[in-house]
């Protein structure tokens, strides 16, 4: 079961709500609990938040190989595809940061 926080909005997963919101310390009577259409949206979108970061962090990865492959600097061709392998991973990093902050905004974190 999801409760929610009326103050500021922080989401507690339990039985039953918490003594104190563990952001704001608000008591427990300023929580109600969700929907159950609202807990799978936030369950929907949870997972879906986490896959992005995992693929930020993965495009991260990549950015710091190609740039050691970069450095190394064996023959031009190489170069160039490790120049272009960090361009795109900076695109699919920015991307997915540019979705989850689309999520905030609407409130599916
Ligand atoms: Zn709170």
């Known amino acids: 079961m999801l409760w929610k926080c009326s ?5 507690y997963e339990g039985s ?3 003594p104190k919101c563990p952001k704001c310390m608000s008591p427990k009577e300023k929580f109600a609990a969700l929907s159950e259409e609202d807990a799978q949206k936030i ?5 879906t938040n986490d896959i992005h970061m995992e693929i930020i962090r993965l495009a991260m990865k990549i950015a710091k190989l190609a740039k050691e492959g970069i ?3 064996l023959d031009p061709p190489c ?9 795109e991973a900076w695109i699919i990093k920015q991307r997915s940061k540019a ?3 689309g999520h905030l905004g609407k409130g599916k974190w």
């Open 79 to 87: 170069v160039a595809l490790f120049e272009q392998a960090r361009d």
């Open 7 to 11: 103050v500021c909005g922080f989401v």
């Open 43 to 47: 369950y929907a979108s949870d997972r």
């Open 16 to 18: 039953e709500a918490p």
């Open 99 to 101: 979705e989850i902050a």
């Open 71 to 73: 450095e190394i600097n």
